[in-house]
Structure formats: structure tokens, C-alpha cells
């Protein structure tokens, strides 16, 4: 084994964090470490990157084992560029490359020193990962936004190629296509990797073995997280039902002590010594921290029509961040937005709600409209005001889904304490604000909210919550979010947005966008060489929503190129193929309906025989579509 821990105590004031735990990583092994925000997952990671001392305990590392780690926080001291904190993480010949890099071209001395210690392998390294990160070198680290920020921490880090890669959360501020990316780059390296993170696709799709801390223990599995997910069920019924015989037990024995003259002259030592040391037991044992519980008031119905979007434009200096954009946003929709970071999410939103005026264009906003925002920037907490001063103003009681509650205890719903609810909010952890965002949003009536990048810093427990109370929720959601399992479970639909201002609208959330746009896009690839050429365009573009063209137009579909050359092809089969898109539009005009219907949050418990006929609908026409892009595929070789 590479990395092997063994017999590890600390404790920081409070829980211990770390109670007598074994942990070993070997080789190619990718664990992913799980647990309750303040389980102690990223000090741990701390510990075995050497930045933190054991109580007592041993962290043992094969020699001449080389290892990475990249913290949640910037680090202090960050070099000035992008170039010079990469280079220096190769140590002195990364520090003779930075003064080559910064030196004149006449400057032979440091050209020479760097010839001397031969490290033109290290600059060539530099520059690769620098590309593979999509970085700019002379860029200034401060200037750069969170994520690129993060990016170039990670390029950094991975750069030297360790064989060991400890990750606290890698993923935060990371666009989906860099979480992409990162994931491959991550599934097919070589070596050892220990991360920390919240997003479960990224777990499900990159560890093979999964490490949990709870109340100081390890729980270590060579498991996939689904099997891993099945194990901890079973774990946490074995713990309650064992609690459970434990407390039956010491409560008969409690009884028993406490009877009358005639049973304590019966009573025989060993039974009390017994009693004592249950006594004992029960007071060592750290029970199982509550759940927080999310409540959301929906608010006055608002109109059924939320927003009618027509024909809208913007962008600064000739870049187009949406352009002859029209749709129509209806009471209970679920939009997630799509996008790299930069391309204009949040403008699109601020567009969409009214908060911004497009350059051309008409946004209508519906009748008793009521929004709520989270903010991805966690800026609307006053580190100085108390947590009770940030939800209520002040106020002792507040008032949520129409019933008043004390605002203690509605923010021990949220995991607060008392203690916790009166100290300053500038003491909370990342996960902590995270909560009390959610605590103030939650207070607020509203039938329209508004989600930034919700998921950042919340434990995987506190965000299947929030998951399913949003799959509850009446009102219309707009989330942006890098996390694919809330956008494929919670989303009825998805804006893209796609480069020039095209922004696309697609039918339910991450994993159909890309199922849909694949699909179509590998069928739209097989039309004429002329077609062929030009640059793809999303198959159910919905910019030209409204521009009157034909039914086989109508989301993106244009007619091939090829299907006006009248090739090879018999009449029979020229006539087959010119009506493939116009039958391709039915189909998913009728898909985009049961869609729609299968979203419908109480429809499988109001009507399962109707929910049940719509599934099998579905599959139908998943399998006819499937089979018209064949055929339009096969027709189009034909050529």
C-alpha cells in the first residue's frame, strides 16, 4: 500500500474528529471520502498531506511516494501568474524556469543556469498542462474569477504527476465542462487518489472504493458508491436496532436497581457492576446527528403564465450572449440552465425574471409574481449580525407557511443550536452558510425561486433534501447548477446555452440534453459534404421558435442539403427520406408532451394508471425515433 494510517486520535475542542481510525490507500485506488459537513473529512485530508499534526496515531507513506494536495482555500502567498504557480510546484527547476521565463532573451546567465539543471522537460510539462487546463499564463492569479481560480490550483497541483492526489472538493466553481473533463483526466490517470466531494455523478463515475467518517469512526469499502449506498442502509438499521435492544436493556436494568428492600437484598454484585458499565457505554455513545428539516412556503399562487419571453436580444460590444431568443414560462416549471462558466447564465436568468432590459425584444412578467434568490456568491450574509439577526431581522418569531415559530427553533430545523443562532454568522463554516442561506430563502413566501448554485459546500444528506423538496415545490424553479444528479432528478426542462447568443431548450435535464442532442446531431452529421462542413447547431434550437417555419423545420431540423440532389436513391426512398423530418418533429413533439406529463409532481400518486400508460408511451416512441434515425442514417449512405 502507498499511503497507510493507522491508529489515528485528534481532537480539536468539541466531537473528536478522529477516534482510534485506520485508514490505508493503495495503488490505482480512487476513494472518495464521505461524511457530515464537520466530520473532519477535510482535516483528515490535511493530516495526511503532513499541514496538521495527530494527537497520537501514525501516517506512514512509502518512500520516495510523491504526493498532491489541493485544499478547499486559496493558500496564502499564491505566486503572481498562472505561469509562476505552476512552474513553482515543480520546486528549484520550476524557480530557474520562472526567472527564464521572466528574464530578457539577452539574458545568458539565468538561459544558462536553466540548460545546466535540465529543465526544459519541467517547462515542457508547464505548457502542457497549462493547455489542458485552458489557462493563459500571464494572467494574473488575483484577477481571476473563482473558478479559474480553482482551475489553475488544480493545473498546479496535478502538474508534477504524484502518485498520490489528495482533492477537497475539486469540483466547487467548476463549470460542467470542466467537471467533465476533470473526471476523464482523473478515471484514466495512473496512481493513487483520495478526494472529498458533493456531486454524486462525479462519485458514481469516479471511485472504486469508497471511506466514510461518522462520529470519529472509518468505514472503509472496496465498493462502487451505489453498492456502497446499500451497505450504509443496512449499517445505520443494524445501528438503530442495536441502540434500540442496548436502551430496552439498560432501561430493565435501571428498573431493577431502583426496586425495593426486597430486591436489593437479592441483588449480587455482578448484575451492578454490569448496570455500571452499560451506564458507561451509553454515555460514550455519539448518536447519529439529526437530519435538517426543509419546509418551503410556495407562497400566493402566481398567474399560470410566469413570463412570456419574445423575440429577446443582448450583449455587450458586439458579443451576443442571447440572441432572437423567444419562449413562454408557465406556473410549475422546473428550468435548469446550462452553460460554461462565462457564457452568460446569470445574465439570461436576470433577462428571463426582468431584472435587465434586453437590447431588443419583449419580457412579460405574469400576474403576483413573487421571487426569491440564492446567490452562488453567499453574499447576502452580514458576518456581523448574529444567524438569528440574518434570518428574522431581529425578529422572535417569523412566520413560514402560514404558522408562526419561534426563530430558534426554526433555525435548529437548519442544524443550528441555540448557541450557534446567537453568535455571529462570520464564525460559520462554508457548509454552515450554505445552510443559513437556505434557512433565510425558506422564511421567505415565494412562487418563483430562483437557485444559483445551491449545492456548493452542502453535504450529500443535506442536498438529497433539498432535492426532494424542491421535486415538492408548486411554484416555477430556475437553477443553475454544475450538478447533474439535482438537474436530471429535479429539472422539466433545460436552457443551453451554446455560443453567438443561440440559447437551446430541451425537454427534462442534463442527461437528456445530451441523449437528445447526440441523437440528432449524429443523424443531422450524415447529410450532404456541403452540410457537413458548416458548423454543427443544436438539433432543437428554439430561437427561431416563432418564425413561421415548416413542421419538419420546426426545432432545428433542416432539411437535408443531400435531399434536393436526387441521387441514387429510387423515387420510393427520395420521397421516404424528404419526409423523415417532418415525422422526426412529431415524434418529439409528442415525447416533449409525455415528458412534460411524467413531470407533473403528483401525477404517479394521483393517477398510476395513467402515469404507467404515459411511461410505456414513452418507450414506444423512444424505440421509433431510434429507429427513424436509422433509417435516416441508412438512407442518407445511399447517396
Excluded at 166 to 186: G, K, Q, R
Excluded at 214 to 243: F, H, I, P, T, W
Excluded at 408 to 417: A, H, S, V
Excluded at 424 to 442: T, V
Amino acid at each position: 500500500m502507498l499511503l497507510n494510517l493507522r491508529n489515528a486520535v485528534l481532537d480539536l475542542g468539541g466531537p473528536t474528529l478522529l477516534d482510534n481510525i485506520d485508514f490505508q490507500l493503495d495503488k490505482d485506488q480512487r476513494t472518495a471520502l464521505l461524511g457530515r459537513n464537520g466530520c473532519g473529512k477535510s482535516t483528515l485530508l490535511k493530516v495526511l498531506a503532513g499541514q496538521l499534526a495527530l494527537d497520537s496515531g501514525v501516517v506512514k507513506i512509502d518512500q520516495g511516494i510523491t504526493l498532491g494536495f489541493l485544499g478547499q482555500a486559496v493558500p496564502d502567498n499564491v505566486p503572481k501568474t498562472v505561469y509562476e504557480l505552476i512552474a513553482l510546484s515543480f520546486g528549484e527547476a520550476g524557480r530557474l524556469l520562472v526567472q527564464s521565463h521572466n528574464a530578457a532573451d539577452d539574458d545568458h546567465e539565468h538561459h544558462a543556469a536553466i540548460s545546466e539543471v535540465d529543465t526544459w522537460t519541467v517547462a515542457a510539462r508547464v505548457d502542457k498542462v497549462i493547455s489542458q487546463f485552458q489557462l493563459e499564463p500571464e494572467m494574473e492569479f488575483a484577477t481571476l474569477s473563482g473558478g479559474r481560480q480553482r482551475r489553475a490550483l488544480l493545473a498546479s497541483v496535478i502538474a508534477t504527476e504524484p502518485d498520490i492526489l489528495l482533492l477537497d472538493e475539486p469540483t466547487n466553481h467548476l463549470d460542467l465542462e470542466s467537471v467533465l473533463w476533470l473526471e476523464n483526466y482523473l478515471v484514466t490517470r495512473k496512481g493513487a487518489l483520495l478526494f472529498v466531494s458533493h456531486d454524486r455523478e462525479f462519485i458514481s463515475r469516479l471511485a472504486n472504493g469508497i471511506a466514510e467518517l461518522d462520529r470519529g469512526r472509518m468505514y472503509q469499502y472496496d465498493v462502487s458508491y451505489k453498492n456502497y449506498l446499500a451497505l450504509r442502509e443496512k449499517r445505520d438499521e443494524d445501528e438503530q436496532r442495536n441502540n434500540a435492544l442496548f436502551d430496552k436493556k439498560l432501561a430493565q436494568e435501571e428498573r431493577w436497581i431502583r426496586q425495593g428492600v426486597q430486591a436489593r437484598r437479592t441483588r449480587n454484585e455482578g448484575r451492578v457492576r454490569a448496570l455500571k458499565a452499560l451506564r458507561v457505554d451509553r454515555g460514550a455513545r455519539r448518536d447519529k446527528q439529526a437530519s435538517a428539516t426543509l419546509k418551503l412556503d410556495a407562497g400566493e399562487k402566481s398567474g399560470k403564465l410566469v413570463a412570456e419571453i419574445e423575440n429577446i436580444s443582448f450583449g455587450y460590444d458586439e458579443r451576443f450572449i442571447v440572441r432572437n431568443f423567444s419562449t413562454s414560462i408557465v406556473r410549475g416549471d422546473k428550468i435548469g440552465l446550462i452553460g460554461p462558466n462565462g457564457m452568460g447564465k446569470t445574465t439570461l436568468l436576470r433577462l428571463l425574471l426582468g431584472d435587465l432590459t434586453p437590447n431588443s425584444g419583449r419580457v412579460k412578467l405574469g400576474t403576483k409574481v413573487e421571487i426569491a434568490y440564492l446567490d452562488q456568491q453567499r453574499g447576502e450574509i452580514d458576518e456581523d449580525k448574529s444567524l438569528i439577526d440574518n434570518v428574522s431581522l431581529g425578529r422572535e418569531f417569523i412566520e413560514v407557511n402560514g404558522q408562526s415559530q419561534h426563530i430558534i427553533g426554526y433555525l435548529q430545523q437548519f442544524l443550528f443550536n441555540p448557541q450557534q443562532a446567537r453568535a455571529r454568522a462570520g464564525l460559520l463554516s462554508g457548509g454552515e452558510r450554505a445552510r443559513l442561506l437556505l434557512a433565510r430563502l425558506f422564511s421567505q413566501p415565494a412562487n418563483v425561486l430562483v437557485l444559483d448554485e445551491p449545492t456548493n459546500d452542502l453535504d450529500i444528506e443535506t442536498l438529497e433534501l433539498l432535492e426532494e423538496l424542491l421535486l415538492q415545490y408548486q411554484g416555477t424553479l430556475f437553477l443553475v447548477s454544475h450538478d447533474r444528479a439535482i438537474l436530471n432528478n429535479v429539472v422539466t426542462s433545460s436552457l443551453v446555452l451554446e455560443g453567438d447568443g443561440r440559447v437551446g431548450e430541451y425537454v427534462g435535464g442534463y442527461d437528456d440534453w445530451l441523449r437528445l442532442s447526440d441523437a440528432r446531431n449524429s443523424a443531422l452529421q450524415r447529410s450532404a459534404p456541403g452540410a457537413r462542413q458548416q458548423p454543427k447547431k443544436s438539433p432543437t434550437q428554439n430561437n427561431n421558435k416563432k418564425s413561421g417555419k415548416k413542421p419538419g423545420q420546426k426545432k432545428g431540423l433542416p432539411v437535408p442539403a443531400s435531399i434536393t440532389k436526387k441521387a441514387k436513391l429510387s423515387y420510393k426512398d427520395q420521397r421516404e427520406l424528404e419526409a423523415l423530418p417532418e415525422l422526426i418533429a412529431s415524434l418529439e413533439a409528442e415525447q416533449s408532451a409525455l415528458y412534460v406529463a411524467l413531470s407533473t409532481p403528483d401525477l404517479h400518486a394521483s393517477e398510476p394508471d395513467k402515469a404507467r400508460d404515459s411511461q410505456r408511451q414513452l418507450k414506444d416512441i423512444e424505440s421509433k425515433l431510434n429507429k427513424v434515425y436509422a433509417r435516416w442514417e441508412e438512407l442518407e449512405a445511399l447517396q
